[in-house]
């Protein structure tokens, strides 16, 4: 089995954070850390999830009210805090996740066309 | 709907976060003591965690700010030199600017202290003054006689109140009815009785003067500045309702004006006594002109109605102008009557009164507004370059915190609060500077007032001015350094304590490049100007200006009728040259250069009138022309034996005989004034060199005090009647001998107790005070052209010291391979000289192209003038040179040995 640090990590792009949380929360409520350990699950341990930097990005997402936050008990019976996707934070999520197809896909092309164009050099 | 959440609720998160993530790794196998580690690593440090949260909050910037300048003001109290020099600096350049702002504040932007300024309107786009004779104006109607002012008053219903005053002033002698004192001189204004009410104006005491005062017949009162009130009667409350004597005839003060107000003019010596227009008469006498439908003397000032178009207005007063001309039609001659179609009117914004000092001032105002800018620009300058050597110096700090994680923008933030901070203290000082320095203004530039209306301590639009331009300064000065800041390297905290690389040095060479320019524009401003001044004083007046005295007098005060004066001025010529050292003694109504002549039409008997037939005439007493040194190039001078008897004679200069007689001997030709019924009054009997009396090469006639023409216009006969007046004595000492004020008033008195001397001179400070204007402008732009080339000396010597100072490893290698003193010497100096030589190249073309702006003040000497140019620039190179020598010789005195250890 490879070891953590062999693994090719990606850090995340700024503002990718606030895409990822949204999109976990479809889900279902779910509190700091198991949103990161979702993320990092989910993306097969590609992307790299800074916990430091995750709380002040739940604190953004809050101010705008993308997302709600209530105090409760977690499946091990800790006390944590629970984050719910609100309505708003749903269309958000999906304006964003369009745009970023869109970027995906263009970024896509224009990195395969360089790699045809080398090739051909 | 933001709300706060506590912090504690977020560590409290945070600790939860812990607790699971622990919770996970011991379950994926990791000891307790593995786990614990590895999640509060992957969390990172929890109080940066912590910060950033708090730091979320909006308030954040304002606690940054408040942190940020604790901070510089510790560390600004750790380096008093630099934080007191760079103030003093800043205090310099922003006390220059605000200074030249409180005058341009005063004299160009500020309306009169009355109600509602913008509703007032005033006639006239010139101003002109005193009295202008017929019934036609060239180009516009800007003063009007009493019989229009009354047209326009009663037939003009777009104002609510249209007032009228004395376009000129006039001095009365003053006395107070009770208590024995002497009769004194005080400015006085005729204004219309609803002057106060149209300005809004309310009394101070007592009460204003109304329509009831302006009447024929009314008892005679007066209105009493407080200035006045205050100066000369201490605010005695007995004054309001006592008799003074006022050029011999009892007026009652009825009150005192309000202490902002000076009057409807901003000038250097405002009016002490407003009276009603109606006691003209009752104190002017025979030279009255208050019925003289053909003597216009009046401003007007109107309020206009609330909804009132001033454009309608304007229609309609034309309208009524030209009605009231052709009312007069039968009483013109033929030329004036052509005229009477162009006749018109102008209505401007009158808010600000009359502007007469706005005309005078404004061009230089601009040009010392532009100096000061320039001075502010090198100061910034200057303390652009502090700040970047103070930058250079807290490297290593900067580059630490950057290394343990400080963002860039926060230092940034540092930098530019730092220098916002030091230009606003800088502004705080320069308010007291530009105090000291205004008052120092007003006091070159006013010379001639008794008190000047214009305030030198700040008001509240020079406060936001100052202000202003401290952020302004503090921003120019402040972004270049703040830059540079954030441009360190993290990793060069970790390297030696010397940077090798000559970082930052480009900029600072830019800025003493800067210095040099705007230095040289300066200095070479201030040669100009200087030249001008010195080419103005000394270029030749056609009298002489040596061991001459000019004793001001009025008669009239004194109470002298017109039949009494030719004995009067006799007696006084006894008087005076009885004065040991007094060589002679004339009487002359307006002595050379003392700011007022009369002009009048010439017409020269057999001859067709010319178009422009205006020349400027002066009433002398015999004897003139030897006590002024005005050399008679041909005939003769007045002597005793013109009489009022004899045959009318005249002297005239040369342009006059230029002018009217072309070519031929003017002599014995025969020439009269203003009426052309009497071409065959004066023979002339003498040419005068021409003299710079008023302006320049003016056609000048001189007529004898014993002769009085007639004419057949009572107005014409009235002021001929005044002319005899004569306000000047001249007396010329001998030489080396000194006269005694007391000794000149004791002469006086043997005459007549009575008659007040007004003010004593020499004529050399009369002719000065006519160029005060130039003289400050010269005195100033050179002050602040000193101020520039020291302050760019410094900027050199630092730059130049700082150079010495990093190199001083490599100075010391270059010796001990073997490199003498003085080729350390050059090769220092060369840099300097470099820098210099950028500075000329730079500002040779700068200073060529703001000349043109100074050209209109430039009297005598071309704005290319290469001499001044030339001597500007060795100006600016010589202390240049000096102030890179001394760290130059510095870097020469390194020992090799010292050098190379320091390493």
Known sequence: MLSREEKNRVALLQGTLDLLILRILVFGPQHGQGIARAIQLNSEDVLLVDHGALYPALQRLESQAWIAAEWGVSSNNRKARFYTLTAKGRRRLVRETGQWRKLATAMARILDLEKLEVLEG | ?????????????????????????????????????????????????????????????????????????RRLRKTPAFTITAILTLALGIGATTSIFT?????????????????????GNEVHCCVWGGFTQSDEFSIVSYELY????????????????????????????????????????????????????RSYAGRVLTAEDD????????????????QKFGLDPSVIGDVFNMNGKAFTVVGVTPPGFFGDTLRSSTPDFFLPIATEPLLIGEGSIIGQPNRAWLDLIGRIRPGAVPLAIQAQMRVELQQWIRSHEGEMDASSRADIGKQTLYLTPGGAGITSMRHDYEHWLKILMMVSGFVLLIVCANVANLM????????????????????????????????????????????????????????????????????????????????????????????????MATRVDPVEALRGARATRQSGSLPRKALVVVQAALSL???????????????????????????RMILSVDPVLAGYKPGQLDLLYRRLHDSLTAIPGVAAEAAVLYSPQGGDSWNDMIFIEGRPRLATNVAWFDRVSTGYFETIGNRIIKGRSFS?????????????????????????????????????????????????????????????????????????????????????????????????????????????????????????????DQVASNFSQQRLLAQLTSLFGLLALVLGSIGLYGVTAYTVGSRTNEIGLRMALGAGRTSVVTMILRGAVILVACGLAVGIPLTLLSSRFLASQLFGVSRYDPAILSIAALALVFPALIAALIPALRASSISPIVALRAE
């Not at chain 2, 009769?183 to 149209?198: K, T």
């Not at chain 2, 017949?217 to 205050?230: D, H, I, T």
């Not at chain 2, 001189?702 to 007046?725: I, M």
């Open chain 2, 150 to 201: 009354r047209q326009f008053r009663d037939h003009t219903p777009g104002f609510e109140e249209l007032a009228a005053f004395d376009a000129g002033g006039h001095t009365f002698g003053v006395r107070r009815e009770r208590g024995k004192s002497a009769a004194e001189p005080y400015l006085g204004e005729f204004v219309s009785g609803n002057y106060f009410s149209m300005f809004g104006i």
């Open chain 2, 521 to 547: 524009v300066l200095l070479s401003a201030s040669g100009l100007l200087t030249q001008t001044l010195r080419n103005m004083e000394h270029r030749d007046f056609g009298f002489e200006q040596e061991r």
């Open chain 2, 215 to 230: 009447r024929v017949g009314a008892s005679p009162a007066v209105m009493m500045s407080y200035r006045v009130w205050q």
């Open chain 2, 1 to 73: 709907m933001f709300h706060r959440r506590p912090q504690s609720d977020f560590s409290e998160e945070l600790r939860a976060h812990l607790g699971l993530e622990i919770e996970r790794l011991r379950a994926e196998g990791l000891s307790e003591d593995e786990a614990y580690h590895a999640a509060h690593r992957a969390l990172g440090n929890l109080a940066i965690a912590g910060e950033r949260f708090y730091e979320s909050s909006r308030w954040m910037w304002l606690e940054h700010a408040m942190q940020d300048t604790r901070q510089c003001l």
């Open chain 2, 388 to 483: 970047l050597v103070r930058g250079m110096e807290r490297r290593q700090q900067t580059s630490l915190s950057m290394a343990l994680g400080a963002r860039p923008m926060r230092i940034v933030r540092q930098a530019l609060t730092e220098s916002l901070i030091l230009s606003l203290l800088g502004g705080a000082a320069g308010l007291a500077v530009a105090f000291a320095d205004t008052r120092l203004i007003l006091h070159f530039a006013f010379q001639t007032g008794t008190a000047s209306p214009i305030d030198a301590s700040p008001s509240l639009p020079v406060l936001l001015f100052a202000f202003g331009v401290s952020l302004f300064t503090g921003a120019l000065f402040g972004i270049l350094p703040a830059w």
């Open chain 2, 640 to 764: 005793e034996q013109d009489t009022a008897a004899s045959r009318h004679v005249a002297v005239v200069n040369e342009s006059f005989a230029k002018k009217f007689f072309k070519g031929e001997d003017p002599i014995g030709r025969h020439f009269g004034n203003a009426e052309p019924g009497l071409a065959g009054e004066y023979e002339v009997i003498g040419v005068a060199k021409d003299g710079r009396y008023f302006s320049e090469n003016q056609p000048f006639y001189f007529l004898s005090e014993s002769q009085t023409a007639l004419f057949s216009d009572t107005a014409n006969n009235a002021g001929e009647v005044r002319s005899h007046y004569l306000h000047d004595i001249v007396i010329s000492t001998t030489p080396g001998a000194t006269v005694g004020d007391q000794q000149i008033r004791r002469a006086f008195a043997a005459v007549d107790p009575n008659l007040p001397v007004i003010t004593m001179r020499s004529l050399s």
């Open chain 2, 103 to 123: 005058l341009v504040d005063a004299v160009l932007l500020k309306s009169l202290p009355v109600a509602n300024p913008s509703q007032l309107y005033r006639l």
